[in-house]
């Protein structure tokens, strides 16, 4: 090799580079040097080439490359390296991404290791199928869009074309204002003009902004399309195979009488016409605007204290109504406004809180105590990418007290469900009711404003939810000594919901439990039998529940004429239903006011060794708990399974299951009499479901807010003589309610007598005297 000008091109594989002359060592040292780092910058673009090959593999790759590919240096295009899965790969990534489409590195590692590919393989196949998933959605939600815009733009075609040739609605010929008289000519403007402010109306409340004419343009309505409204009955139907009867109680001997069903009851009409779909999406987007607002905003709109001495925050309506200007309208008259406003955090994840509340059934199954019927009559949208965001649907229910002196609150509502960041949702309910033209009247006594929940994802499995409630309602029908727990909100309002989901969330956390706080005194086998336990004792609680408010379908008849203590009583028939006995199912239920603090009420009725008191049935025998599931962390939130020892010695033993729950809302004390021989399968685990249950119990609310019973015991100790029309209500009570559900006859075609009727009407007024007796109260 010479030491001229000419010098032989390095490689890093060339064995020249250890014979270079002393002469130009130095030289050839730097042009080693930059020769290796050329290199290494080729060989790191060559490796991201690979990268991006790589990266493009999948189940359709082919081997090969296009002739545009061409080496910076001007080299022949290089061959394109893909890789081919096979089936089983494919199918073991594609059965992945329908669980997590966003593997981490530990399954993406684990995943690699099973497949035989590099992680990397893993990680770039992954990305290729999200893409190509949110391009498929893209294309099917634009596709979507293009046949609605094109069908718009149709029917607007075709409405353009027939008002410029109206024709006459009664004989099909062209028509002509000039052929009409005087007198029908007047007419046919009155006609006309409301037909325009029945249509205004619609648009004020859901478009926030009336449909007012052109000076130039007069409106003709005279041949345009009648706003189209769906004809069909919604169809609501009573599960459990249970049909509910009336009780006349003319006759020495009573027939069993059908009652009207939930269709009968409620004609409303079913779904939604595509004319009013777009009214409704838009009142859904602004009913989500106002809920988020409502539930962050403070002062002005949110005051702190109020006049009635509650102490809470109430909504300052007049600020309401100048920050939300498109909201559903007006009250109307005749209506309260009923506003509050809670915050708590929930033992559950926000996503599964979500799905609890799109999801009809177990929105029912979450809230026994306060909504009695629910379901969805219309599915608008299930929500983009597999989750709610954007679900919107059209639902029906019905809103309760547990007890039959307050009318059950019908509400067919929007719920419009929206992610609004990571871990951040929000559902927003709202009423729809007045798109009918001649809604039911149950409708019209009750409407619910934007309310709704916003939930965000905190740290250990908890969220925190934020409930808004606003509610315009009618409360004439509600009975007066639960008028102040209605009109102060604690019957439907804010704080009610979030109580409820606190407790409930607490108890399905314990269904879910291993370690269960288990005090065994009789024999619960296994965790299996404690999960039987409590699926029964929640079976149990919700049958109590769905049977003793003043529903629509729960038609009562009053048997006792005693003013505040009447009995009610309705009957029913149980066919094909497991769960409970086969016949005729009679219901007697009476609230009354007592004086006594709830939790007083409460600790008396859950406690065993007190139960004789006031148990008729155990007929004075000694009452023993022989196991007790705990389920949270309030004590009073348990599951029991009771033995009656009987005085008799010829009398057998009886086991009763009991549940008593309690929070800042109210308490609820539930029993039922269980067979023995069932009731040991379930210990064993077996399944609760075939076990028959009647449950009785009681239902605790206080009269009024906590605040507002320090008030009044305050004026008390000024004023012992201060009491009101309604009896010595000012140092505050509770609002029992104590039900029975008996099996009177195993027939279910059996006429019922009147000495069935009168034997449960005295049982349930002596339960109810004994109780007053042992609380101290008998002149309540």
Not at 457 to 481: F, L, P, S, W
């Amino acid at each position: 090799m010479s030491g001229g000008n000419t010098r032989t091109p390095l490689h890093h594989s060339s064995p020249s580079l250890s014979l270079a002359p002393p002469m130009g060592l130095m030289e050839g040292q730097r042009e080693i040097s930059q020769t290796a780092e050329s290199e290494q910058h080729q060989q790191q673009q060559q490796k991201n080439k690979e990268e991006e090959y790589e990266s493009r593999s999948g189940s359709d790759n082919m081997e090969g490359g296009s002739g545009d590919d061409q080496d910076p240096d001007g080299h022949p295009p290089r061959k394109k390296r893909y890789h081919r899965h096979t089936p089983r790969q494919i199918q073991e990534m594609e059965m992945l991404f329908k669980e997590c489409p966003h593997p981490d590195d530990k399954q993406r590692q684990h995943l690699s290791k099973e497949l035989g590919l590099e992680p990397r393989q893993v990680k770039f196949w992954f990305q290729n199928r999200r893409t190509q998933m949110k391009a498929h959605t893209e294309r099917a939600e634009n596709s979507l869009l293009r046949q609605e815009n094109e069908k718009l733009r149709s029917e607007n075609v075709l409405m353009r074309e027939a008002l410029k040739n109206p024709t006459c609605q009664h004989c099909g010929g062209p028509a002509s204002l000039g052929e009409m008289s005087l007198d029908e000519h007047r007419i046919e403007n009155v006609r006309l003009k409301e037909e325009l402010d029945r249509v205004s109306a619609l648009a004020a409340k859901y478009l926030g902004r009336p449909i007012m004419p052109t000076p130039h343009e007069p409106p003709q309505l005279l041949n345009a399309p009648p706003l189209a409204l769906p004809s069909s009955s919604l169809d609501l139907q009573v599960g459990g195979g249970s049909s509910f009867d009336l009780l006349p109680t003319t006759a020495g001997s009573m027939d069993i009488v059908q009652g009207p069903s939930v269709a009968d009851v409620a004609t409303r009409p079913g779904g939604l016409t595509e004319a009013e779909k777009p009214m409704v999406v838009e009142l859904a987007v602004t009913a989500m605007e106002e809920l988020l607002r409502m539930a962050q905003a403070n002062e002005p709109l949110w005051m702190q204290g109020g006049a009635d001495g509650s102490g809470k925050e109430q909504l300052n309506y007049d600020e309401y109504m100048l920050q939300f200007p498109r909201g559903i309208g007006l009250r109307p008259p005749g209506l309260k406004t009923e506003a509050t406003r809670e915050t708590g955090l929930v033992m559950n994840s926000g996503g599964r809180l979500v799905e609890t509340l799109m999801d009809s059934s177990q929105w029912l199954e979450m809230f026994p105590c306060m909504v009695s019927r629910a379901l969805t009559v219309d599915v608008l949208s299930t929500g983009v990418n597999g989750n709610r965001n954007g679900a919107l649907q059209l639902m029906y229910a019905e809103l309760q007290v547990l007890s039959p002196l307050v009318p059950t609150r019908e509400i067919y509502f929007l719920r419009y469900c929206k992610q609004h960041a990571e871990g951040v949702w929000a559902v927003v309910d709202v009423s729809v009711d007045s798109l009918r033209d001649n809604p039911p009247p149950s409708l019209m006594r009750c409407r619910r404003r934007p309310s709704g929940m916003l939930i965000q994802d905190t740290q250990n499995g908890y969220c925190k939810v934020t409930a808004v409630e606003h509610m315009e309602y009618d409360d004439r029908a509600v009975h007066r000594i639960y008028r102040d727990l209605v009109n102060t909100g604690m019957a439907f309002g804010a704080q009610r919901w979030i109580a409820i989901l606190q407790r409930q969330c607490e108890s399905l956390a314990s269904l879910q439990a291993t370690n269960l706080a288990t005090r065994d005194l009789g024999g619960i086998a296994s965790s299996e039998g404690r999960l039987s336990m409590l699926k029964l004792a929640q079976r149990m609680t919700n049958n109590f529940c769905a049977g003793v408010s003043a529903s629509t379908v729960h038609t009562w008849t009053t048997l006792s004429g005693s003013g505040d203590n009447d009995v009610r009583v309705m009957t029913r028939k149980s066919v094909d239903n497991p769960g409970e006995p086969h016949g005729i199912v009679l219901s007697a239920a009476t609230s009354m006011w007592l004086p006594v603090a709830p939790q007083r009420v409460f600790e008396f009725l859950r406690d065993e060794r007190l139960r004789s008191e006031w148990d008729i049935l155990s007929n004075g025998g000694l009452v023993a708990e022989m196991a007790h599931i705990a389920k949270g962390q309030d004590p009073g939130n348990s599951v029991s399974l009771l033995r009656v020892n009987p005085m008799n010695a010829s009398q057998s033993n009886m086991l009763i299951l009991q549940e008593s729950c309690t929070d800042v809302s109210g308490a609820l004390v539930i029993y039922a009499p269980v067979d023995i021989p069932a009731m040991n399968l379930v210990l064993r685990g077996g399944d609760p479901a075939y076990v028959a249950l009647l449950p009785s119990g009681f239902a605790i609310l206080p009269d009024r807010p906590a605040e507002n019973r320090r008030a009044a015991a305050t004026m008390m100790s000024h004023d012992n003589n201060n009491t009101d029309n309604n009896g010595p209500r000012t140092t505050g009570g509770s609002l029992l309610t104590v039900a029975f559900q008996i099996l009177v006859s195993t027939v279910p075609s059996a006429r019922l007598s009147l000495e069935s009727v009168a034997t449960v009407n005295s049982l349930i007024s002596c339960t109810v005297q004994r109780i007053k007796a042992a609380l101290h109260c008998e002149d309540a």
